[in-house]
């Protein structure tokens, strides 16, 4: 399926604006093949999509947007309380609130992407069956609401700092938004995959929300990952979060230096996992509408 | 000059499974009919799968400019082909090729957001049709003023009456300006006069050079608005070209009728020297049976029977009865001044009636027949047929669904009272 649009010169006999310069072909779909200026040319309903999110998010709740930050935080406390002064986990030189709520707003960040992302298609299941556009725009569109509560949750994150009189590194500085957008590469990456699974298997529903609790504790939230032995530490980089989430303590609230090589597993990963997840979903793409 | 559309060899299947199954796949069932089966491919074949063309080698070609209808039985693969169409679905085979920018409409309102209110909504929608940003900002008052909906503009649409929802999601829709508009079954919501206007910015559009390619069950609005028209069975293309043809054709494809073996039914009572055998619906000029009829068509109801052959003073007669049981029609050979004093061993009665006063539904007969006061046969539910939408009144209206079945010749006049200097004018003649 493509658009096409076409130049040539007049034929014989031919007036001008009697050609349509706009063909549209409607084919069984061989190739994988992306059609670059179409998706180009749906941004705006991409946007449209994420405003409408965003819109609708905190209607009809009295607190509103006060609940992106009033989440993180909470845990945050409760967290320290317990992981560090009842279990006695240490977090070293970062006092252990900055240390777990540095975790939690990159993790809550993933988590509530991953799933906004694989509900994206069933969400939207009536605009799916009535109407075309570029499937793909759905997943991406529904993340950039996640965005917007992580800016919320980052209020909370930059108040801490200057609280505990934290002076962020240049590097740091540097790095916090492409580690933003590694974690948004690896959320959107199984997000595309399990959206597209889930248009058939409503298991997704369940494995999702199982899967977020589960790696909350593989993931060096709690934790600092120097808790885990050297040798098998490239396993927890593996999880692109592990690779975020470190780096930002490595970077921000500089303890120690930043892993560059375990850094890269998770870029690879991430990379690894959006690739997947994107030619998954652009395989099923077609057959969303009958299967939903 | 090239047509607008170009449709050559679509089809589009289905793998349907005859297992009894939740409406979701679930992965555990695939996953154990996996390792039930390993060595045997997957999905494809097995005495349980079976592959239904929902749609097969349809070709036509629709050149630009008017409105093109259409029209088929439930089942018969006309939302498969909008859906092709309109690329909401990929097709199996085939090939289609539309010139110009497609705009589709297969539900008014899609994507509306409950929570947003009108304007919101106006922007969402517009973009999830095709609008650009400024499209929709050029013609925003257009859409509000032909909304009507301009004192809630800034509430949120879950406060809106039905109406009010459909009239503003007609309008987006309507101020959608593609070259070719692909258009579902959505004439049948909203109010009459909202329903007016509407179709008269489609046919607007559709004068001034758009294509418009619109699916109806409602074969009044078909007749009246489309010049040329398709007709689908069982996912095959029947006929095409100009629209009175196809729907003669649509209602004159003989289907099977529920009493095709009504002379095996023992649910009957009488004393059986004559017994109805079937029953069918003859239209107009044509003579062909049917199970379909149109509202205001002329129209023969046939029932053959089988007797002992010595009957006097016979009196058959037919009544037509609504899915609720109510009954509206009695045809009765007593009340019309007939009686037959004598039937042959094996025939058929028949009655003619003219302008069918049946407004669009699915109606039942039950046959009777008395011999000298007495029953010899009383079938009840002998058959069921469907009335399409016709052009009654040739104004191309009918009652809205549930408001009245029935179908009554009518005038209309406006008198002044005694004293009043008015002059009196018809207003409608009927």
Known sequence: MELEETIRPLKNGEKPGESKPLELVIEPRRALKTNFRELWSYRELFYFFAWRDIKVRYKQTAFGAAWAIFQPFVTMVVFTVFFNRVAGIKSGVIPYAVFSYTGLLFWNFFSNALLGCSNSMVSMQSVITKIYFPRVIAPFSATIVNVVDFGFAFLIYAGLLVYYRITPGILGVLLFLPMLFLAFIAATGLGLFFAAVNVRYRDVRFITPFLISTFLFLTPVIYPVSMVPARFRWILYLNPMTGVIQTVRNSTLGEGAIQWGMLSISVASAVCALVVGLIYFRRQERSFADYI | ?430
Not at chain 2, 34 to 53: A, C, K
Not at chain 2, 130 to 150: H, L, N, T, Y
Not at chain 2, 183 to 198: N, P, T, Y
Not at chain 2, 293 to 318: H, I, R, W, Y
């Open chain 2, 1 to 430: 000059m090239k047509p607008i559309i170009e449709v050559a060899g679509l089809s589009k299947s289905y793998v349907i499974s005859h297992q009894p199954k939740a409406d979701y796949g679930s992965l555990r069932d695939d996953i154990t009919s996996l390792l039930r089966r390993p060595f045997q491919p997957h999905i494809t074949q097995g005495s349980n799968r079976e592959t239904l063309w929902a749609l097969k080698d349809v070709s036509f070609e629709v050149q630009q400019g008017g409105i093109f209808g259409v029209i088929g039985g439930n089942g018969a693969g006309k939302s498969t082909l909008l859906k092709i169409l309109s690329r909401i679905t990929g097709p199996t085979e085939g090939r289609a090729v539309l010139r110009g920018r497609v705009g589709s409409l297969l539900e008014v309102g899609t994507g509306f957001h409950p929570e947003l209110t009108g304007r919101e909504n106006i922007f969402l929608n517009g973009a999830i049709l095709g609008m650009r940003k400024q499209e929709i900002e050029k013609r925003f008052d257009e859409i509000v003023a032909f909304s009507e909906i301009e004192r809630f503009l800034d509430t949120p649409v879950k406060f809106y009456s039905s109406g009010m929802y459909v009239r503003l999601a007609f309008a987006v829709a309507a101020h959608l300006e593609p070259d070719v508009l692909i258009v579902d079954e959505v004439l049948s919501v909203g109010d009459a006069r909202f329903q007016k206007k509407s179709l008269g910015k489609m046919g607007d559009a559709a004068t001034s050079g758009a294509t418009v390619l619109l699916v109806s069950h409602n074969m009044a609005s078909i007749e009246s608005l489309c010049t040329r028209a398709m007709l689908l069975e069982r996912g095959r293309l029947v006929k095409i070209g100009e629209t009175t043809e196809v729907i003669k054709e649509y209602l004159s494809i003989a289907s099977t009728i529920a009493s095709q073996n009504l002379a095996d039914r023992t649910d009957r009572q009488g004393s059986g020297r004559l017994r109805f055998t079937g029953v069918s619906l003859r239209s107009g000029e044509s003579g062909q049976r049917s199970d379909t009829a149109q509202c205001g068509q002329d129209l023969e109801f046939v029932a053959s029977f089988t007797s002992t052959g010595n009957l006097k003073q016979v009196n058959p007669s037919m009544a037509v009865y609504a899915p609720s049981g109510q009954c509206l029609v009695v045809l009765d050979s007593e009340m019309a001044g007939v009686s037959l004093d004598s039937v042959p061993r094996s025939g058929h009665f028949s009655c003619r009636i003219e302008r069918l006063p049946l407004a669009p539904g699915q109606y039942y007969l039950n046959l009777f027949c008395m011999e000298r006061g007495e029953i010899v046969d009383w079938v009840q539910n002998a058959a069921t047929f469907t009335v399409e939408a016709g052009d009654f009144f040739g104004t191309g209206k009918l009652p809205s669904s549930g408001h009245g079945g029935l179908l009554v010749p009518q005038a209309w006049s406006c008198n002044a009272s005694e004293g009043d200097s008015f002059i009196s004018n018809e207003v409608a003649p009927g």
